[in-house]
């Protein structure tokens, strides 16, 4: 079949374009989402999808062997082109799909749902998708659910076009600027009205100093950024203004990062452009400084982002991979042993089929909140997978790990009320031991661990197995 385009079709797909998400590698902000509706709605398959020209492609995946489509047998296509959110019960009795090749083929798509994702000007790029191979409904506080997830995504969206349009305003100005500095040295005196009314528009605070450090000039949007008039700032040394330990008297080629001080003493993280030339034979500096507050904010926040679980809050498995050769670093050094215990919940599927993903996912939370209350401060705890978790605990004796672990299991055993009903689980702990002289990779020493607790599941469940030993060949 031939897919109908929208209205704004050009202007969709030069947003699409301009966000530069396409053929590019998975990224864990999208692809925790995609993991989470299939949890949520219990289904096997889910997307984020964009739509290209001609093709639907996928920047996440769960259940998925492809990593796009033609476009005219995208269900997606027609969320973009209707605008609003797209349930499918059963696409064979829809006559849009009932020919889509992947719907006739055994075992395809018979439930679709898909949620748009907007541009900040509203263009719809894509959309967040559900799938199952059985003909199903969407109840609204699934839909709901949906809705919310898909908001996340959009809000990564919006946050990436705003970091495009500011590399943008950054580049066009810096480009503007750089080419005044190549002029400036041979046509200052003719061109200083221009230049004035640049840097008195600029979005970056502009400065001039004489050798001694002196402020010569000082436009509006230092004014903003440092509190200090212009005719306060005139004639006053910057060390006295914002730089107390002044700043470097060479040119420097990029942009140096560092802090400056507000007139009330707040101080701010900027980066700072510095050229040198000379007036009448006088030299002279001038600086450009860009308040990069928001940017570090920023950048903070994805990083935290990427290595918290989004439903816990715990360290994710990305935090683990992190911490975990630091600590066994750590022990190579202090030869202080390390213990790991994976956990992994027995019958949290029976919480999930009786009382809902909801409920799971409430049991979920209060199950990592019991595990920080029970371990010691410097101890980790991360959420593996699912209802699997890892504890690390540094600078244990060899008899020490064995005891906590039957008091993780006392602790995930009390009953959780919640909505009305009583939700209990019991977990199985695999316990591995690492010391300074194992030969082992933190992957091998996860594996062993892993292994000791379905020993403990096949010995039944509630119970706890202490790894093999590794070897201990490593080089002292």
Same mark, same amino acid.
């Given at each position: ?10 202007? &969709? ?6 966000? +530069? ?36 492609? =996928? ?23 209707? @605008? ?6 059963? /696409?064979?009795?829809? /006559? ?16 679709? %749902? ?11 790029? !894509? ?12 109840? @609204?506080?699934?839909?709901? +659910?949906?809705?919310?997830? +898909? ?9 990436r076009e705003r970091l495009i349009n500011e590399q943008k305003i950054r580049a066009a100005t810096q480009q503007a600027l750089t080419a005044l500095h190549q002029s400036l040295e041979q046509r200052i005196e003719q061109r200083t009205r221009e230049l004035n009314l640049v840097i008195e528009s600029a979005y970056d605070a502009y400065l001039s100093v004489d050798e001694q450090g002196r ?5 509006? %949007? /230092? ?9 306060? %700032? ?8 914002? =730089? ?57 926040? &994805? ?23 630091? /600590? ?7 030869? +202080? ?22 409920? !799971? ?11 920080? &209350?029970?371990? &010691? ?8 997978? !699912? ?7 540094? !600078?244990?004796?060899?008899?020490a790990p064995e005891p906590l672990a039957h008091k993780l299991i006392e602790v995930i055993e009390e009953p959780l009320s919640a909505g009305g009903v009583t939700l209990q689980v019991s977990t199985s702990i695999g316990v591995a031991l690492f010391v300074h002289d194992a030969a082992e990779t933190p992957q091998e020493l996860l594996k062993r661990a892993d292994e000791a607790m379905y ?22």
């Amino acid at each position: 079949m031939s897919h109908l385009l929208p209205p704004n079709e050009t202007a &969709r797909l030069a947003a699409l374009n301009e966000l +530069a998400l396409l053929d590019t590698p998975n990224e864990p902000v999208f692809d925790r989402i995609t993991r989470l509706v299939t949890v949520l709605l219990g289904v096997p398959k889910s997307t984020i999808s964009l739509i290209d020209t001609d093709r639907q492609w =996928f920047k996440s995946q769960v259940g998925m062997a492809v990593s796009e489509t033609p476009r005219d047998v995208a269900f997606c296509a027609y969320t973009v082109l209707e @605008d609003e959110p797209l349930v499918v019960e059963d /696409a064979q009795q829809d /006559a849009r799909f009932v020919t889509n090749p992947y719907v006739m083929t055994p075992g395809g798509i018979r439930f679709y %749902a898909g949620i748009p994702l907007r541009s900040s000007q509203g263009l719809v790029l !894509g959309s967040l998708c559900a799938m199952d191979s059985q003909p199903r409904s969407l109840s @609204d506080q699934e839909k709901a +659910a949906m809705q919310d997830l +898909a908001d996340i995504v959009i809000g990564e969206i919006h946050l990436r076009e705003r970091l495009i349009n500011e590399q943008k305003i950054r580049a066009a100005t810096q480009q503007a600027l750089t080419a005044l500095h190549q002029s400036l040295e041979q046509r200052i005196e003719q061109r200083t009205r221009e230049l004035n009314l640049v840097i008195e528009s600029a979005y970056d605070a502009y400065l001039s100093v004489d050798e001694q450090g002196r402020v010569l000039d000082w436009n509006h %949007a /230092a004014e903003t950024m440092f509190g200090w008039r212009r005719k306060e %700032a005139l004639t006053r040394p910057i060390t006295s203004l914002m =730089f107390p330990d002044g700043i470097t008297s060479d040119d420097v080629a990029m942009p140096v990062t560092g802090e400056a001080l507000r007139r009330d003493g707040v101080r701010l993280p900027v980066e700072v452009r510095l050229k040198r030339f000379e007036v009448n034979g006088r030299p002279r500096r001038s600086l450009f400084i860009h308040d990069i507050t928001e940017r570090q904010q920023l950048e903070r926040l &994805r990083d935290q982002q990427a290595r918290e679980d989004v439903l816990t809050r715990l360290p994710n498995r990305r935090a683990l991979d992190e911490r975990l050769p630091e /600590a066994m670093a750590r022990v190579r050094r202090t030869l +202080a042993p390390l213990a790991v215990l994976f956990l992994d919940l027995d019958g949290f599927k029976r919480i999930n089929d009786q009382h809902g993903h909801a409920m !799971g996912d409430e049991l979920l939370r209060d199950i990592a909140s019991r595990l920080q &209350r029970t371990v &010691r401060e410097t101890d980790f705890v991360a959420r593996w997978a !699912g209802d699997e978790f890892v504890v690390l605990l540094e !600078g244990v004796t060899s008899d020490a790990p064995e005891p906590l672990a039957h008091k993780l299991i006392e602790v995930i055993e009390e009953p959780l009320s919640a909505g009305g009903v009583t939700l209990q689980v019991s977990t199985s702990i695999g316990v591995a031991l690492f010391v300074h002289d194992a030969a082992e990779t933190p992957q091998e020493l996860l594996k062993r661990a892993d292994e000791a607790m379905y020993n403990a599941k096949r010995a039944g469940k509630a119970r706890i197995a202490l790894a093999r030993p590794a070897d201990t060949s490593a080089p002292h």
